[in-house]
């Protein structure tokens, strides 16, 4: 059973920083995707970062390239995601997502595996 759980969020002013990680228990497979997403409410779910597993490879939503960074550490079955020079419009609702599947195949964010999720806040 795979079991994503995320941790790091909180309230920062803009400009300032927070790095989000997801622990990513049962989930073992070293070529499939794990992303992060954010909703904000009244809004929709969006995709923010993803990273393929197996190579590394990362993409980004327009909005925050730059200024996110998405990483891995496999030894220990972690995700972070980097987020700097944060502004009010990043406020949202953060989750963490897995798939078996490589990054390419998975549309519209259908992830098979999602955490709970952790609130950012940024203030203007």
């Known amino acids: 059973q795979v079991q994503l759980v995320e941790s790091g969020g909180g309230s920062v002013q803009a400009g300032g920083s927070l790095r989000l990680s997801c622990a990513a228990s049962?989930?073992?497979?070293?070529?499939?995707?794990m992303g992060w997403f954010r909703q904000a409410p009244g809004k929709e779910r969006e995709g923010v970062a993803s990273?393929?597993?197996?190579?590394?490879?990362?993409s980004y939503r327009d909005s925050v390239k730059g200024r996110f960074t998405i990483s891995q550490d496999n030894a220990k079955n972690m995700v972070y995601l980097q987020m700097n020079s944060l502004k009010p419009e990043d406020t949202a609702m953060y989750y963490c997502?897995?798939?078996?599947?490589?990054?390419?195949?998975?549309?519209?964010?259908?992830?098979?595996?999602w955490g709970q999720g952790t609130q950012v806040t940024v203030s203007s």
């Open positions: 990273i393929y597993t197996g190579g590394g490879r990362t």
């Open positions: 997502a897995a798939d078996y599947r490589p990054c390419y195949l998975i549309s519209a964010g259908a992830f098979k595996y």
């Open positions: 049962g989930y073992t497979d070293s070529r499939g995707c």
